[in-house]
């Protein structure tokens, strides 16, 4: 299993188990994690599952897919420089640990 801390907008923090290959969003929704919708469902057609990479985990979470900082500029509010769709995340190994932080709302 991988963990995934998530930390609310007002501070909360909820850590979960995740599995190797799924993306954050899908752990997140399996988890019941609010603050992450995922609306179409992983096909990167909304923002919906927008969330901050932890600066610490920012490097080893990837770079942005192509596409993704298009789908964030366009759909996404309050982006930073670690801002990632969740759905184009993908758990591994070496993310167990992982902190992405969730904006105040989602659009």
């Keep these: 299993m991988v963990k995934v801390t998530f930390i609310h907008s007002d501070g909360r923090e909820e850590t979960v188990d995740g599995r190797v290959g799924d993306s954050v969003m899908a752990t997140a929704l399996a ?3 609010e603050g992450i919708v995922g609306e179409c469902g992983g096909s990167m057609m909304c923002a919906t599952c927008h969330c901050y990479v932890d600066d610490g985990w920012s490097e080893r979470s990837g770079d ?3 596409g ?3 789908m964030l500029d ?3 509010s ?3 420089p670690t801002s990632r769709l969740s759905c184009q995340i993908k758990l591994s190994e070496g ?3 992982l902190v992405v932080y969730l904006p105040e709302a989602q659009l």
Aim: overall charge negative; hydrophobic content about 35%; aromatic content about 0%.
């Design 31 to 33: 988890n019941d994690v």
């Design 64 to 66: 942005r897919m192509d």
């Design 95 to 97: 993310l167990s640990g």
């Design 68 to 70: 993704e900082e298009d």
């Design 74 to 76: 366009c759909a996404a």
């Design 78 to 80: 309050e982006l930073r």
